[in-house]
DNA sequence: CGGCTAGTTGACCAGCTTCAAGTATTGTGG
DNA sequence: CCACAATACTTGAAGCTGGTCAACTAGCCG
């Protein structure tokens, strides 16, 4: 299945013919950009969702005095809001970072979509769910880590996120972002970024090169960068999931 | 309407009273906790929604080596999770911060609900791309604002968001957290966080004292703050907002 | 009264930013 | 295919923001 949307939901449900079908009928005509463009900006009101289908994509928002913050980035596959809901106003804006082609979809026909399948219902939620915990393991890495760490972790969710489309192999994948991009997205000055991949770097642990990143020692890089890749709801067969449940905390303060 | 959910959602759709009954019959049961309390832990399997009745609760990740971060508040009314789905298990955990009241919601309930009233999808619906809104926001202050910014942030949307349940007043609201909880949702240490609030205070924008919260001049907390309430989406009437367009660098976009 | 938690203040330090200069790499027109 | 410009990357030095450590104060409760 070409389809990275259906590719990736695979993961959330289990999709017949029939609802990878629907699922591609809802993404109807395909519209291209250049790199560095916007594909909705702040203060539009948006008649479709967007759903990016090749490239590279983010959320940022721009604030009054120039400075911009990447909130999200968005791979083939990813559906950038809510699938049910248009929001009236934009108040970020969506971009590409690479050349970039989209389709819009429609709520209504993800609704629609949702209603006649339940196995769809499923995987768009379960969409939800993982875009949902992505978000919050990016304020934890704000909050709590350090440079090295967030830079680290990120890389390791691209490649986790990559993996879900069949867009890396298992020694690392194709990174069109510059040092500046990847401190848009970090929230720090490209110089420091350029330092904690110098970092990285020379404690073997990942290779840059002409926009592709290897990543040398999987489980080390992860150590590093406190990575735990349960936040993305992965494990269909879940069963298995060792409750992490330490000796509780509970009774007296945190 | 004394219950906060509906109080709120009312904001988002048209609701009839029968809607509103509707809603308040999701939430049957209500459980009580003391503060300091685990509502969910990272790793549980949970068997239902959480929606907060009074008190205030917040999700939380714990770091390996005991480093906690406040990913996100909730208030009464607030859904901790979208309605239409349970995780697997618990990536991160739920507290509460006050004494809480909540109640637990099924997401088939809350589906069925939706399905029989368009308002109340809608509603729903609206609920979850602001929850998202306000998560994209908080990305935005951890990258790029500092954190006397951050604070007044913060402090202007639990302004706004009390107001939306009523739980708050023009001057100011009761605010529940320690200056170490605060730290812990801004990612800042205690001391500086005592420092920050320092510098609020003697700009003559804010008094804290005794747990109550006063805001003396609302817009300059907010022109400080860089905050912009656009991302609440809280226009019904949206014909009436500006599309703040820029010049567009754009010729491309829809 | 004593012990606990929350808040406050000072001194010092680390992590990251800013500024600046210089080196690769990439893209473009002749 | 080369020359040159533009962009991306690299490195050093200095400065600021916010963290850590430590001590002290104020309120609260048993």
New interface residues.
């Given amino acids: 299945m070409t389809n990275p949307f259906v590719h990736k939901l695979r993961h959330g449900a289990q999709l017949t013919d029939e609802d990878a079908e629907r699922l591609v009928g809802l993404a109807a005509s395909a519209?291209t950009?250049r790199a560095h463009?916007?594909?909705?900006?702040?203060?539009?009101?948006p008649?479709a969702l967007t759903l990016i289908l090749s490239g590279w994509a983010c959320?940022y928002?721009q604030?009054?005095d120039g400075?911009?913050?990447i909130?999200?980035i968005f791979l083939p596959g990813d559906l950038c809001?809510?699938y049910?809901?248009l929001?009236?106003?934009m108040?970020?804006s969506l971009g590409s970072l690479t050349p970039v082609s989209f389709a819009?979809v429609r709520p209504e026909d993800a609704r629609a979509a949702a209603?006649e399948s339940p196995r769809i219902?499923?995987a768009l939620?379960?969409d939800?769910?993982v875009q949902?915990?992505m978000?919050?393991?990016?304020?934890?890495s704000?909050?709590?880590?350090s440079a090295t760490e967030r830079m680290g972790h990120l890389l390791c969710e691209l490649h986790a996120r990559l993996a879900l489309v069949g867009l890396c192999d298992e020694a690392g994948f194709a990174l069109p972002l510059t040092q500046n991009d990847l401190g848009?997205v970090?929230?720090l000055s490209n110089v420091h970024v350029n330092r904690v991949l110098q970092e990285l770097r020379s404690a073997g642990l990942i290779t840059l090169r002409e926009r592709r990143l290897t990543i040398h020692d999987r489980e080390a890089l992860r150590t590093v960068s406190?990575f735990d890749p349960?936040?993305l709801?992965l494990?269909l067969d879940?069963e298995k999931?060792?409750?992490?449940?330490v000796a509780?905390a509970?009774t007296?303060?945190?």
Avoid: N
């Avoid at 999931?241 to 449940?245: A, D, I, S, T």
């Fill in positions: 519209i950009l463009q916007d594909i909705l900006m702040e203060g539009d009101r008649r959320r928002k604030l009054g400075r911009r913050q909130i999200e809001e809510p049910g809901i929001p009236r106003f108040d970020h819009r209603r219902e499923e939620w379960w939800m769910l949902s915990a978000q919050h393991e990016r304020v934890v704000f909050g709590r880590r848009e970090l929230g406190l349960g936040y709801h494990d879940h999931r060792e409750p992490k449940r509780s509970l007296g303060s945190w």
